[in-house]
């Protein structure tokens, strides 16, 4: 994608602090950590977010965030990590080819659990959430 700020850095069109690089994905530091550590792992080939992303290259992705939270874990051993994506404006993703962050975290950083993120519990009955969900995931099994 031309004009993708994450595209170009998988490129080297743009610098970024690169500290791991296979043939499918980039991991490089967060221009502005949220800790010590803070990274972000990009797949080389553009995807906005991981419904775009290839299927082959979904493993691939996965095999390069555990690497490098493992990395992680030995340069600065942590006491834990949190791990995510920003999917979709609302979300609060910025940059529009899918990045995975991993951020180290550390007694006392003052951060919060992904629970925290949303307060936004359904009205609707559990059995009533599943049956949907099921449906659709069986709609996508018959189209694959
Ligand atoms: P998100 O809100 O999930 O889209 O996160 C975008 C992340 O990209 C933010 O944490 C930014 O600090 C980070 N970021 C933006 N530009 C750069 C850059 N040039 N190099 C490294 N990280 C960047
Ligand atoms: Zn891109």
């Not at 951020?103 to 519990?121: A, F, M, T, W």
Request: aromatic share 6%; net charge negative; with cysteine.
């Amino acid at each position: 994608m031309a004009d993708c700020l994450f595209c170009k850095i998988a490129n080297k069109e743009i610098p970024s602090l690169t500290i791991y690089e296979d043939n499918w994905s980039l991991g490089f530091l967060d221009i502005n950590p949220l800790s010590l550590g803070h990274v972000l792992v990009v797949p080389k080939e553009h995807a906005e977010n991981i419904l775009d992303l290839k299927e082959n290259l979904i493993g691939k992705l996965f095999s390069a965030v555990k690497n490098i939270t493992e990395a992680l874990s030995d340069a600065f051993s942590p006491q834990g990590f949190t791990i995510g994506i920003n999917h979709g404006r609302i979300s609060g993703q910025a940059v529009d080819h899918l990045h995975i962050h991993i951020i180290p975290r550390y007694e006392g950083d003052n951060g919060g659990s992904l629970h925290s993120v949303v307060k936004n519990p359904p009205s609707e009955p559990a059995e009533e959430v599943q049956t949907k969900v099921k449906q659709a995931v069986e709609k996508l099994r018959n189209k694959r």
